[in-house]
């Protein structure tokens, strides 16, 4: 709850500081400007309809800006730092979006009074958003060094180490909930009150005792015993963090991302960048929609001929594991006669006996898929994304690749690296050769690989390369 009341806290402030400064410049333009080329006051110029317009429409931009910043997606991990940078920077490339085709088109007396219209434009916005975010964080850090916004978490570790990390991150806003020992010879140095028991029981633990975060601090483990044991943490979903020493830890499928303050590290967060993510769910929603009404009529014929081919549904519907762990219905143009997995799960080959002839067409050509752009619309899945898959299958890859539960941190795709570089996978030992391209995807996460698997999937469609 707190998240939210401190993202309503910033836009209410971004919007009102944008609607002052825009009208205090209108102001500064009339004294520099209109008021030489006209009779009206002050009072009738900026009551003008374009003007009124204006006072409603630039901060609204404003908080267009802002959210494709990504300034609103960790409104509870802030520091001065990044709050002067992100303002900086936004209000810098939003003020020359408005300055070049708001004010940009007026004939001045002197083309000079633009320099101060520009810098006008800027100190004005940028100062007061500035402050009043200050104001805002700054607060926030107060009450959240107070205990108001505090999360919870449970220390993995239970040595002197980790009682001094405790009271660091009690200090910056983290509630240490209990201790656990790594493994049953780790020293303790924690009190009794505090100590919950050992690693293998934390299934229980995390039942009776739910957390926000699992932190890992202990010396009894290291090197590659250290990896295989945070591998065995990926299952529970939540964020987990790292103490960091002096010894290079051989994390070899996951990427590092240091917290300021703290000597640790988040190893189930990626490094895609919150404007990249914003950006990635607006073009998520708006290419589904004009897919799902655009393609209309290849829906109907493709269900026309589903239906013609055999009997049957014509959408296939399977629960697959998603975001968060999270199970879903995904929907597929059936390809197989009904009835094909009488005998339990099983994964499609080459040349299986269960696809329909009309199904081996739009399994090569991935049309199969296409009802996937409605999962998509209802925040199921994603365009680009690790392959979701079912439970079953999850079940046995984790027992040898534990760090598959790395990809629910991300949502599913429609199409994936691992899809275009790699194809179906008829068994669980391709869906393990399969699966080290989606954690390359993982670790590399951005706009521009997105772009590059969309191309690469268009490519393999239109050649009909999907087997």
Same mark, same amino acid.
């Given at each position: 709850?707190?998240?939210?009341?401190?993202?309503?806290?910033?836009?209410?402030? #971004?919007?009102?500081?944008?609607a002052?400064?825009w009208? $205090?410049?209108?102001?500064?333009?009339?004294?520099?400007?209109?008021?030489?080329?006209?009779?009206s006051?002050?009072?009738?110029?900026?009551?003008?309809?374009?003007?009124?317009?204006?006072?409603?429409?630039?901060?609204?931009?404003w908080?267009?800006?802002?959210?494709?910043?990504?300034?609103?997606?960790?409104?509870?991990?802030?520091?001065?730092i990044?709050?002067?940078w992100?303002?900086?920077?936004?209000? +810098?490339?939003?003020v020359?979006?408005?300055?070049?085709?708001l004010?940009?088109d007026?004939?001045?007396?002197?083309?000079?009074?633009?320099?101060?219209?520009?810098?006008?434009?800027?100190?004005?916005?940028?100062?007061?958003?500035?402050?009043?975010?200050?104001?805002?964080?700054?607060?926030?850090?107060?009450q959240?060094?107070g205990?108001?916004?505090?999360?919870?978490?449970?220390?993995?570790?239970?040595?002197?180490?980790?009682?001094?990390?405790?009271?660091?991150?009690?200090?910056?806003?983290?509630?240490?909930?209990?201790?656990?020992?790594?493994v049953?010879?780790?020293?303790v140095?924690?009190?009794?009150?505090?100590?919950?028991?050992?690693a293998?029981?934390?299934?229980?633990?995390?039942?009776?005792?739910?957390?926000?975060?699992?932190?890992?601090?202990?010396?009894?483990?290291?090197?590659?015993?250290? &990896?295989?044991?945070?591998y065995t943490?990926?299952?529970?979903?939540?964020? $987990?963090?790292?103490?960091?020493?002096?010894?290079?830890?051989?994390?070899?499928?996951v990427?590092?991302?240091?917290?300021?303050?703290?000597?640790?590290?988040?190893?189930t967060?990626?490094?895609f960048?919150?404007?990249?993510?914003?950006?990635?769910?607006?073009?998520?929603?708006?290419?589904?929609a004009?897919?799902?009404? +655009?393609?209309?009529?290849?829906?109907?014929?493709?269900?026309w001929?589903?239906?013609?081919? &055999?009997?049957g549904?014509?959408?296939?519907?399977?629960?697959?594991?998603?975001y968060?762990?999270?199970?879903?219905?995904?929907?597929?143009?059936?390809?197989?006669?009904?009835?094909?997995?009488?005998?339990?799960?099983?994964?499609?080959?080459?040349?299986?006996?269960? $696809?329909?002839?009309f199904?081996?067409?739009?399994?090569?050509?991935?049309l #199969?898929?296409?009802?996937q752009?409605?999962n998509?619309?209802k925040?199921?899945? &994603?365009?680009?994304?690790?392959?979701?898959?079912?439970?079953y299958?999850?079940?046995?890859?984790?027992?040898?690749?534990?760090?598959?539960?790395?990809?629910?941190?991300?949502?599913?795709?429609?199409?994936?690296?691992?899809?275009?570089?790699?194809?179906?996978?008829g068994?669980?030992?391709?869906?393990?050769?399969?699966? #080290?391209?989606?954690?390359?995807?993982?670790?590399?996460?951005?706009?521009?690989? #997105?772009?590059?698997?969309?191309?690469?999937?268009i490519?393999?469609?239109?050649?009909?390369?999907?087997?």
């Amino acid at each position: 709850m707190g998240k939210y009341w401190q993202i309503g806290r910033y836009i209410v402030s #971004d919007f009102l500081t944008s609607a002052i400064a825009w009208l $205090i410049f209108n102001i500064c333009r009339y004294y520099d400007f209109v008021a030489y080329q006209t009779t009206s006051s002050l009072g009738e110029y900026l009551s003008y309809p374009r003007v009124l317009a204006g006072q409603v429409c630039i901060p609204a931009f404003w908080l267009v800006v802002y959210y494709f910043s990504g300034y609103y997606n960790w409104p509870l991990e802030r520091n001065r730092i990044s709050e002067l940078w992100q303002t900086l920077v936004s209000s +810098l490339v939003g003020v020359l979006v408005v300055f070049f085709t708001l004010v940009l088109d007026e004939i001045p007396r002197s083309y000079e009074i633009y320099y101060y219209f520009l810098f006008e434009l800027f100190g004005l916005h940028f100062g007061l958003t500035y402050l009043s975010r200050i104001w805002l964080t700054s607060r926030y850090l107060k009450q959240l060094k107070g205990g108001k916004y505090a999360r919870k978490v449970l220390l993995i570790g239970a040595g002197g180490r980790a009682v001094q990390i405790a009271g660091q991150l009690e200090r910056i806003g983290y509630r240490v909930s209990g201790f656990v020992q790594a493994v049953p010879s780790e020293e303790v140095r924690v009190g009794k009150d505090k100590l919950w028991g050992n690693a293998s029981d934390l299934s229980r633990l995390l039942h009776i005792h739910p957390v926000d975060e699992l932190v890992v601090v202990t010396e009894a483990l290291d090197g590659a015993a250290l &990896s295989q044991f945070l591998y065995t943490l990926y299952g529970y979903k939540m964020p $987990i963090k790292v103490w960091m020493d002096k010894q290079a830890i051989p994390f070899s499928k996951v990427r590092l991302r240091t917290i300021s303050g703290v000597p640790l590290a988040d190893i189930t967060e990626n490094n895609f960048s919150p404007a990249g993510k914003n950006l990635k769910w607006v073009a998520d929603k708006l290419i589904s929609a004009c897919v799902l009404v +655009l393609f209309s009529p290849l829906y109907l014929y493709i269900a026309w001929r589903v239906r013609r081919d &055999s009997p049957g549904p014509i959408i296939y519907k399977q629960e697959r594991i998603g975001y968060r762990g999270r199970p879903f219905m995904i929907y597929k143009f059936r390809t197989m006669y009904e009835s094909s997995e009488e005998n339990g799960p099983m994964l499609a080959h080459e040349d299986d006996k269960r $696809i329909t002839p009309f199904g081996a067409v739009l399994r090569k050509y991935r049309l #199969d898929e296409l009802p996937q752009f409605w999962n998509v619309l209802k925040e199921d899945m &994603s365009l680009v994304g690790p392959r979701p898959e079912r439970k079953y299958f999850i079940d046995k890859i984790v027992q040898r690749a534990p760090y598959y539960y790395l990809l629910h941190n991300v949502k599913p795709g429609i199409t994936s690296l691992g899809m275009v570089k790699y194809g179906y996978a008829g068994s669980v030992d391709q869906m393990l050769e399969r699966l #080290d391209y989606d954690i390359i995807y993982y670790e590399n996460m951005s706009l521009a690989l #997105d772009m590059a698997i969309l191309a690469y999937t268009i490519k393999t469609v239109l050649t009909g390369k999907g087997v």
